[in-house]
C-alpha cells in the first residue's frame, strides 16, 4: 500500500483524490486541511499532494522539504515569491506541479508548442479558458501555461507579452502579445481553446474536462510516478513519459 497524504482534502478536487485512491484499494490515505498540524502527517506518509491554496501549497512544501518526502502540487494560482519558494522545497525533496493533472490537457501543451513553432508569429495566439464560478483564480494555471509555452517559442517573456483580457481604447494587437480570456460560469469543470490565427485561416485547439475524477486519477499517477524519484523539479510531462 502507498501512504499518500492529501492536503485540501475536504475541497472539491481533494474530495476526489481521496475517494478514488480509497476505492482502488491501492494507497492508505490521510487527509490535511487548514487547521491541521503537517508534521507527523508528512513523515507517516511516502508522497503528499498538495489541492488547496497556493499558501496551504508554501506550508507543505516546508513541511515535505524538512521531511525529505517527495510533493506533487496541483493548486495553482501562486506568486512569483510563492513559486520561489516551492522551488527551494524541490532542492530538498522531489517536487512535481502541474497546474493540470489530466493526460489530454499535457497533450494539448505539446500539441501547443508545435502548432507555435510551426505557425510562427504571422498567427496571433490567443487563449480562452472556461471554468465554474467558484474558482478563485484566473487567468487558471493551465492557461498560463499554455502561454508560457508559446512564449517560449517566440523568444518573448510571457509576463511581458501576456494581456488579460481586453477591455477600452487598447489599441491594435501587437505580434508580441498573448492574450488570455477567463469566463466564470455555473457548474464548468474545465475548457481550454487555444487560437492560432492568421490571415485567412485559423486553428483552434480545444480540451474539455467533463469529469473532475480525470484530474484526481492523474494526481495519483503522478504521486506514485514520483516516490523514489531525486530531489528536484518535476511537471507532469515527466511523469507521463511526454517529454
Ligand atoms: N492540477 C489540476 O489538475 C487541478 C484541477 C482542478 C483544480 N486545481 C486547483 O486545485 C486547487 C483546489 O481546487 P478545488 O476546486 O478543490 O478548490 P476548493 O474546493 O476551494 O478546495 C480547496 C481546499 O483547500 C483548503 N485550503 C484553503 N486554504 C488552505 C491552506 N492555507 N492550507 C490548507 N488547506 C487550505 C480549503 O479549505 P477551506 O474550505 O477551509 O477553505 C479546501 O478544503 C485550486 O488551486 C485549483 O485551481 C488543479
Redesign the pocket.
Known sequence: MIRVHV??A?????QAIVRIATATGEYLVSKS??EADLSSLVDECDVAID???P??SV?IAACCAAHRKPLVI????HSIDQLQNLRAGAAQTATLL?????VGVNLLFWLTEKASVILGTEFDAEIVELHHRL???AP??TAKRLGEIIAKTRALEYEEAARYGRGGLVGERTRNEIGLHAIRAGDIV?EHTVYFAGTGERIELTHRASS?DT?AK?ALRAATWLIGKPAGWYDMMDALGLR
Not at 475536504?10 to 481533494?14: H, P
Not at 502541474?98 to 489530466?102: E, G, H, I, K, L
Request: net charge positive; charged share 20%.
Open positions: 492536503h485540501g475536504s475541497g472539491r478536487l481533494g486541511g487548514r489541492v488547496s491554496q499558501e496551504g506550508t496541483g493548486t495553482t494560482g502541474a497546474p493540470n493533472f489530466s474558482k478563485k483564480d487558471s494555471g474545465g473532475r484530474f492523474g
